[in-house]
C-alpha cells in the first residue's frame, strides 16, 4: 500500500485553506492509502511563538483534524516532537544541504521579512530540511500540500536525489500531490496574498464564532462592478470566493454564475455563508464534545506506531552514513 505524510503546523486555528489546499484530499486518502499526518509543532517554533499557547493549539488542532473527518483508526496521527529521528535524519541532511537553496527558499526570505523587528533564529533558513526528513524518514510515497510547499518538496526530491547518489540508494522520490483548484486559496482581504492561519485577518477560520465568520466573509473585499463572474485575472478576490463557494455547494462555476445573475455580490456573500455553516455545521458540534483525554491517547498512539517505521528507517540510515 502506497504510504502518505503530510503535516500543519500548530501556529493558530485551522482556516479554511488548510482544509480546502490538504486535509479534505488526505479525508479521502485515508480509505486507500497508509496515511501519516503530522502536527509539525518544530516547525512552529521557526518564529516568535509562546510556548503554553503551542501546547493548547497542538490540542485544538487535534481536534479540529478529527472533527473534519480524520479517522484516528485509520490515519497515523501524531505530534513531530514526539518522533525524535525525524531531527536525526534533519541533520544527516543538513550536512548535505546547499545553503544557496535554502537561502532562495520563498518563505525563508518572506517569514525573516516578517520578523525584521524581533529576529527569527536559524530554524526558518533550516526547517525546510526537517520538514524533507518528517518526510523521507517514512520514505513516504505520496505527499499532499498546498502550493505554497511546492519549493520545499522539490527541495525534499533533491536531497533524497542526493543522499542515494553519496551514500547508496535508499530513498523514494516522494511524488507532491497538488489539488488545482484549490491549492491557493486567498486572503479575504487581499487576493494577493495567500490566506494563512498565522495572519488572522483575512483568514476564515472554520471553528470561529459564528458572529466573527459572518463579519468576515461581508467584508471580504471585491472587485470593481457588481457581476459574479469566475475572471481570475480581472476579479481576483470574486473568483477566489467563487472557488470556496464551488467547493462547499459542489456546484461548477457556470451554475454559479447562473445563481447569481443580476443579484450582487451583497446576496452572494449571504449565501456563502449560509453554505460555509451548512458544510462545516457537524464538524463544529463533534469538536465541541472531543476531551483532552482523547487527544492524548490518540496521539500516544500515532507515535508510537510512527516511532516504530521510522526507527527501523533510521538504523538502515545511520548504516548507509557510517554511523553505525
Ligand atoms: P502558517 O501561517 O503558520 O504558515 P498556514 O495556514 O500556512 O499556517 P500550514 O500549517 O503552514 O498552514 O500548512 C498546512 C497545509 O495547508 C500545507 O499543506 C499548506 O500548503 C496548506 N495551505 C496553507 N494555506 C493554504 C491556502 N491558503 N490554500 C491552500 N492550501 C493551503
Ligand atoms: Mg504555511
Avoid at 220 to 231: I, P, R
Amino acid at each position: 500500500m502506497k504510504r502518505v505524510l503530510t503535516g500543519i503546523k500548530p501556529s493558530g486555528e485551522i482556516q479554511l485553506g488548510n482544509y480546502l489546499g490538504m486535509i479534505k484530499e488526505i479525508i479521502d486518502m485515508q480509505n486507500k492509502y497508509e496515511v501519516l499526518l503530522m502536527i509539525a509543532d518544530l516547525h512552529a517554533q521557526t518564529v516568535p511563538y509562546n510556548p503554553k499557547r503551542l501546547k493548547i493549539l497542538t490540542y485544538d488542532l487535534a481536534k479540529s483534524l478529527i472533527a473534519l473527518g480524520i479517522n484516528p483508526k485509520k490515519t497515523i496521527l501524531f505530534k513531530q516532537s514526539d518522533v525524535p529521528a525525524h531531527l536525526y535524519l534533519s541533520w544527516v541532511l543538513t550536512c548535505i544541504s546547499p545553503l544557496g537553496d535554502l537561502m532562495r527558499m520563498h518563505e525563508f526570505k518572506e517569514q525573516s521579512e516578517r520578523y525584521k523587528k524581533e529576529g527569527v533564529g536559524a530554524g526558518i533558513l533550516l526547517y525546510p530540511v526537517l520538514m524533507a526528513a518528517d518526510i523521507l524518514i517514512y520514505n513516504a510515497d505520496i505527499v499532499p500540500v498546498g502550493e505554497d510547499q511546492r519549493q520545499h518538496l522539490e527541495l525534499t526530491r533533491e536531497l533524497a536525489r542526493r543522499f542515494n547518489a553519496r551514500f547508496g540508494k535508499f530513498f523514494k522520490i516522494p511524488e507532491i500531490y497538488i489539488q488545482k483548484e484549490t491549492a491557493k486559496i486567498m486572503s479575504l482581504n487581499d487576493p494577493n496574498k495567500k490566506m494563512s492561519k498565522s495572519i488572522p485577518e483575512g483568514c476564515l477560520e472554520i471553528f470561529d464564532s459564528e458572529k466573527n465568520i459572518k463579519e468576515k466573509i461581508l467584508k471580504a473585499v471585491t472587485d470593481s462592478g457588481n457581476e459574479v463572474k469566475y475572471d481570475p485575472i480581472n476579479k481576483p478576490a470574486i473568483s477566489n470566493l467563487m472557488t470556496i463557494y464551488k467547493y462547499l455547494t459542489k456546484k461548477s462555476y457556470s451554475e454559479i454564475e447562473e445563481e447569481f445573475k443580476g443579484k450582487g455580490y451583497y446576496e452572494f456573500k449571504l449565501r456563502i455563508i449560509e453554505a460555509f455553516f451548512d458544510y462545516f455545521k457537524e464538524a463544529r458540534n463533534i469538536k465541541k464534545q472531543i476531551k483532552n483525554k482523547d487527544i492524548e491517547k490518540i496521539l500516544k498512539d500515532g507515535a508510537n506506531k510512527a516511532n516504530k517505521i521510522a526507527n527501523k528507517n533510521l538504523n538502515i540510515i545511520l548504516k548507509k552514513v557510517g554511523l553505525r
